[in-house]
């Protein structure tokens, strides 16, 4: 199967990419996706564990099986005071 992936903001820059097409195994997790990604992009490696990932309109965790097709846009942690 295949995912598109959108990087933003920050992602994009360290990844010089607005967007990557990934092919995976059918059910294969978020997770297999994130260690493809810090593997095809080493620059991203240093924010695996505070990036976040949406796919449609709802966040993801690492254990969301993914689907052909799907759009998953990289996010930034915001955090306020």
């Excluded at 080493?42 to 564990?49: D, G, I, M, Y």
């Excluded at 969301?64 to 799907?70: E, K, N, P, Q």
């Amino acid at each position: 199967m295949k995912v598109t992936v959108q990087f933003f903001s920050f992602y994009k820059n360290l990844a010089e990419a607005e967007s990557a097409t990934v092919e995976l195994a059918e059910g294969a997790k978020l997770s297999t996706l994130v260690n493809l990604l810090m593997e095809q992009y080493p620059s991203l490696a240093s924010t695996r564990e505070r990036a976040m990932f949406m796919i449609g309109q709802r966040m993801a965790s690492r254990e969301t099986v993914l689907s052909d097709g799907d759009q998953i846009i990289m996010l930034q942690t915001v955090g306020g005071g």
